[in-house]
């Protein structure tokens, strides 16, 4: 899906290598997803509709139906790590995804564009349902393909929950990004060493 971060105005990233673990960073540093303009934003960012789509009958209803999708991705993401979530918690997430999943995502449709080349366009406004369950079903995905469940990290910097897949080779990526973690990490390092030489 394509990523298109270049025109919204909120801090959202879509850096982590699925669209349901990029849903995951936007409860960090802190909530992004408080209203419908941001999560319109995110959903167009993380490439759930064509770019241009428009979302004007998106309600003040989603963004709380997307922070509950969340919650399940993160509380079956984190399954089997050291906040390992209770088995009820687990099964409750899990047939919530699976129920969300189940709606049919949006249509997509090929278009023909004055020049004659094909654009991706929906076949008609995309609820939320529909948008929930694209998200839903690449959480699914991820969770059922053992490959691409063993290579998702959590970001080893400093207060960072930050949940990516490791698509690095010899899977040895240890930030959620080298510009933000890994720099602080690298300057961190510098300081350490340069505090030893002094003393």
Do not use: K
């Amino acid at each position: 899906m394509a990523r298109d971060t270049a025109t919204t105005p909120y801090e959202l990233r879509f850096d982590a290598g699925r669209c349901c673990l990029d849903l995951l960073a936007t409860a960090h540093p802190g909530e992004h997803l408080d209203a419908v303009a941001p999560l319109c934003a995110w959903i167009t960012g993380a490439g759930l509709v064509p770019p241009g789509t428009p979302l004007g009958h998106a309600d003040p209803g989603w963004p709380p139906r997307f922070r509950e999708l969340r919650s399940h991705i993160g509380t079956l993401i984190r399954e089997g790590g050291g906040s390992d979530p209770r088995p009820r918690d687990r099964d409750r997430a899990l047939a919530r995804l699976n129920e969300l999943a189940g709606a049919a995502p949006p249509a997509p449709r090929a278009v023909r564009e004055e020049n004659g080349s094909l654009v991706r366009e929906l076949a008609g406004a995309p609820g939320c349902a529909a948008l929930l369950a694209v998200v839903a079903r690449d959480a699914v995905e991820l969770l059922t393909d053992p490959v691409a469940r063993a290579a998702v990290r959590e970001c080893a910097g400093d207060d960072c929950p930050i949940v990516y897949l490791d698509t690095s080779r010899g899977r040895r990526r240890r930030w959620c990004s080298s510009e933000t973690c890994g720099n602080r990490e690298r300057v961190a390092r510098h300081r350490r060493r340069a505090a030893l030489a002094r003393s």
